[in-house]
């Protein structure tokens, strides 16, 4: 039996912001996804850099629609979609907006800067951030020397901040990020394979550079409630109520790599990133 998500989980979520579940994916899972992963060149040939301040890129291949392949066994599990289903703040199906994999790669890998999703979201005019969670699993293990993911506690009941662009990512308002610090603790989410990270849109969070000898790879699931529009995106699976599986669907799905809808973020689709003028050529498949 799979892990289901208690109360007192809940409650801690709506606190701080963030719910860490050890153990949400068994090692087979992650081994599984994770030798699938490294091996797919549908995944490398869509895979995007984005660079950060310093000029180092981290690397993410981002899809909408879910299809058959092992990602979707995963992301449309009654684990992770049940999941997603108690911590938002509607009663209405779960849909899946889209799903990165992040591929964090050893002394190359680049930081994020400060930043909410919701910041990045508010520009595709969701109109509700309570209503839109991401849920990352870690593939390899993350911690401070790879550049895992940190967080502000409780940092989303600021609401939204300003975000502007700090090359050719989303940040938050420095002023209101060390404001926070200031009174919010700071944690590093350090993971093992097959933890989930699950947390509010509104969350401060950002990384560090992987500056280690080890990769850090994981794969981000990001949901929104039916009926919270997003009123400029013209990808559409944020409207399709996902089609559940079984948990145990992943580890009988074949394995073949990434046979999803195809809808592979373009960097000019996108709203925030188009801003930005990025002008490296997206693959399609
Ligand atoms: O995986 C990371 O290092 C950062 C990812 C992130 O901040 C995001 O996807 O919003």
Not at 4 to 12: E, F, G, I, Y
Not at 26 to 31: A, H, L, R
Not at 47 to 65: E, I, M
Request: proline letters at 4%; a negative charge; hydrophobic letters at 40%.
């Amino acid at each position: 039996m799979t892990y289901r998500l208690s109360d007192a989980d809940v409650a801690a979520y709506h606190r701080d912001g963030y719910l860490i579940v050890p153990g949400f994916f068994s090692q087979p899972e992650v081994d599984k996804l994770y030798s699938i992963a490294t091996a797919d060149d549908v995944v490398a040939a869509n895979a995007t850099n984005v660079t950060d301040s310093s000029g180092k890129h981290s690397k993410l291949t981002l899809w909408f629609s879910p299809g058959e392949d092992v990602y979707s066994m995963m992301l449309r599990s009654e684990r992770m979609v049940e999941g997603a289903a108690r911590l938002m703040d509607s009663d209405a199906p779960v849909c899946h907006y889209h799903t990165k994999l992040m591929q964090k790669e050893p002394r190359v890998g680049g930081a994020w800067e400060w930043h909410q999703d919701y910041g990045y979201w508010y520009k595709n005019q969701f109109l509700f951030p309570d209503q839109l969670i991401s849920i990352m699993v870690a593939l390899t293990p993350a911690n401070r020397e790879n550049g895992c993911l940190q967080v502000v506690k409780g940092s989303h009941k600021m609401g939204r901040v300003n975000h502007g662009f700090s090359g050719e990512q989303v940040g938050a308002d420095g002023v209101m990020v060390e404001h926070a610090l200031k009174v919010l603790e700071h944690v590093y989410v350090e993971l093992e394979p097959g933890d989930a990270l699950f947390f509010h849109s509104n969350t401060l969070h950002r990384s560090e550079a992987n500056l280690s000898e080890k990769p850090r790879w994981s794969i981000i699931s990001c949901y929104n409630a039916l009926g919270n529009i997003a009123y400029n995106d013209k990808s559409t699976s944020w409207r399709e109520p996902v089609n559940v599986v079984p948990d145990e669907a992943l580890m009988a799905a074949g394995v073949g790599g990434a046979a999803t809808g195809g809808d592979f973020l373009r960097k000019e689709d996108d709203p925030a990133l188009k801003a930005t003028g990025w002008e490296q050529e997206v693959k399609t498949i």
